[in-house]
């Protein structure tokens, strides 16, 4: 069964290729991690997946081509997660969740709706931020509320872009945590546009490299994470390492100088 | 910071919309009590039992010729009427242009719209006489045609280059420049007398209202108002940003483009009546905002009360002020509105936007 499936996959912008000749399938249960130096394209091609964008080429949702879904349903199947939120206007943490139940709202919010998201909350951990205000809270904080509100959802898939990125060492570890353990049960995919080779390893139960423009390596991570990749991509050389069962990336040295 | 059961948020959340329904009933209450001093206030002299009785009278059904009918149903109530509905009209372009443009300085009157419609209004002015054209009602088709235009002409210059908000806010903020410039042109070569007229009409005043007019402005609202709150949803996701909203099943250019044209037909439906009003579409979204939040189901219909209770509190002040004078309502808006922003900005500490 395939949840999601690129086909040819190609993203122009002003004349200058971004992606290009992009093809792969998601199935149920996984975590893809993806690669690549910064403007590689992993953020646009997640905002393709996602339909923020439209591509040339063909990207299908269990078998139907994305652009023939209605824009309602499809946010009933993917859930995108930003970086960052944009505007500033304020709100609770709570309705920031409650906002994953659009697709589902027409106006009233439903005792299920409200049901789902505290739910929702209580599993993040954010009990204690529910009622402040979404930009007084940390980071952390406010990137779980992100990745809670695309959860309520109720995604088939999730699109991550960069979720640990300024997070705590103990945030990078709980929203992986987190993450993984919703896929589990959930039996949802999800693709996550990742820096940290590390994170990638440990937790990703695939990983897609791309450089120039082209997906250049996809499998296990343990097969694609290579120091041969990573100098290629990256022009890094590295060191592979397993500590206590945990695999990690040293970077040692730039190979090209700076 | 307390530690809050799981089960309670739900509670929370719902005692939270409770307090905003109520807190618009009592808004609703509020602006009653302030139309009925409004409607009391003239240089006429009734007394408030006298304007009272005359209403009653009349909504019982018994037309009659008197004095204090005359005052009450053709100068006062209307225009109070209409006073309020204005404020609210505007107040509500303030909220959702500040929603769909993710700015904080957005309204009808920093966008350019009304600098188009006193454009027109001066063309009006100035040649509407000379045709020998019935010039009111020129001054009026010309500045809601020309409010229009300024709006299609934002809406083009976002077209070509996407329509993200800040294209839009740029485009508008060019619009308003070009459209003071060419009535600054116009008010260069007209006579002293035109320009006085011009000067009048953009303070913006309540004195040229009519029934007509009064009907035709609630028509508009109730034509446009409903459909704003049901996109609500929508626009509580375009304010933060065009991806999530687009990710949440938003379709983010086609709603702002269809928000902005009806936003523009509100205020160009308004101002063209009574003159540029511009500040109770900036503050009162503010005012708003602080006390209740952003969510605009909300924010739509309290925005609006505010709206209105501040213009008609304007409208009292401008005609009990200066005794037998009428000071044009657009400039008592101001003195009206910034203390009290002024309270709420010193006042409430959380960031509210």
């Known amino acids: ?258 | 910071m307390e530690m809050q059961p799981a089960d309670s948020l739900i509670t929370l959340y719902l005692q939270s919309q409770g307090k905003r329904i109520l807190f618009g009933v009592v808004l609703t209450g509020l602006l009653f009590v302030l139309l009925c001093i409004s409607v009391t206030i003239g240089s006429a002299g009734l007394t408030p039992p006298e304007v009272a009785l005359t209403i009653v009278n009349r909504l019982l059904g018994n037309r009659s010729d008197s004095f204090e009918n005359a005052i009450v149903f053709g100068i006062r109530l209307h225009r109070v009427i209409f006073g309020a509905c204005a404020g609210f009209g505007l107040a509500v372009c303030g909220a959702v242009m500040q929603g769909i443009l993710r700015n904080p300085l957005a309204s009808p009157f920093t966008l350019g719209i009304s600098s188009a419609a006193a454009f027109g209004a001066s063309i009006a002015i100035i040649f509407g006489t000379g045709i020998g054209l019935w010039t009111e009602g020129f001054i009026v088709t010309n500045a809601f045609i020309f409010t229009l235009l300024a709006t299609f002409g934002i809406y083009l210059m976002a077209k070509r280059r996407g329509m993200t908000a800040e294209t839009m806010v740029l485009a508008g903020i060019l619009i308003m420049y070009l459209f003071s410039a060419m009535t600054s042109f116009l008010q260069f070569f007209a006579s002293a007398e035109h320009n006085q007229e011009i000067v009048f009409w953009t303070f913006g005043s309540l004195t040229r209202t009519s029934w007509e007019k009064t009907e035709a402005v609630v028509a508009i609202l109730l034509l446009t108002i409903p459909y704003l709150l049901w996109r609500s949803w929508d626009i509580n996701a375009l304010s933060e940003g065009d991806e999530i909203a687009k990710g949440l099943g938003v379709l983010a250019d086609r709603t702002r483009g269809t928000c902005m044209m009806i936003v523009s037909v509100i205020t160009a439906g308004i101002i063209c009546f009574t003159g540029t009003i511009g500040f109770i579409g900036l503050v009162a979204p503010h005012i708003s905002r602080m006390l209740i939040g952003a969510d605009m189901r909300y924010l739509i219909p309290i925005s609006g009360l505010i709206g209105a209770m501040l213009l008609t509190s304007a409208d009292i002040l401008s005609r009990s002020l200066i005794p037998d004078q009428i000071i044009p309502v657009g400039i008592m808006t101001a003195f009206i509105g910034i203390p009290f922003f002024g309270y709420l900005f010193m006042k409430v500490r959380r960031e509210y936007w």
């Open chain 1, 1 to 258: 069964m395939v949840i999601l499936s690129a086909e040819k996959v190609a993203y122009t912008y002003h004349q200058t290729p971004i992606i290009q000749d992009i093809s792969f399938e998601v199935r149920p249960g996984e975590f893809i991690g993806l690669c690549g130096k910064n403007g590689s394209g992993k953020t646009t091609l997640l905002k393709c997946l996602g339909h923020i964008l439209k591509p040339e080429g063909k990207v299908s949702i269990d078998g139907k081509n994305l652009n023939e879904i209605e824009a309602r349903s499809r946010a009933r199947i993917i859930g995108y997660v930003p970086q960052s939120i944009q505007g500033r206007i304020s709100k609770t943490v709570f309705e920031a969740v409650l906002m994953g139940r659009k697709p589902y709202i027409t106006w009233g919010v439903s005792s299920h709706d409200l049901q789902i998201v505290q739910e929702i909350i209580s599993r993040f951990g954010l009990l204690p931020f529910a009622s402040r205000d979404v930009f007084e809270i940390s980071g952390g904080e406010r990137q779980k509320a992100l990745i809670a509100r695309a959860i309520a959802q109720d995604p088939s898939i999730l699109l991550l872009d960069e979720p640990t990125a300024n997070l705590d060492l103990y945030h990078q570890l709980e929203v992986m945590e987190i993450i993984s353990s919703i896929i589990r049960e959930q039996g949802i995919a999800a693709v996550m546009a990742v820096h940290d080779l590390t994170l990638a390893m440990r937790y990703c139960s695939r990983v897609l490299i791309i450089h120039n423009h082209r997906i250049i390596g996809d499998g296990l991570p343990s097969e694609i994470l290579t120091p041969d990749h990573i100098k290629t991509v990256y022009q890094v050389d590295a060191h592979m390492s397993t500590d206590g069962g945990i695999p990690h990336i040293v970077p040692i040295r730039a190979s090209r100088g700076f």
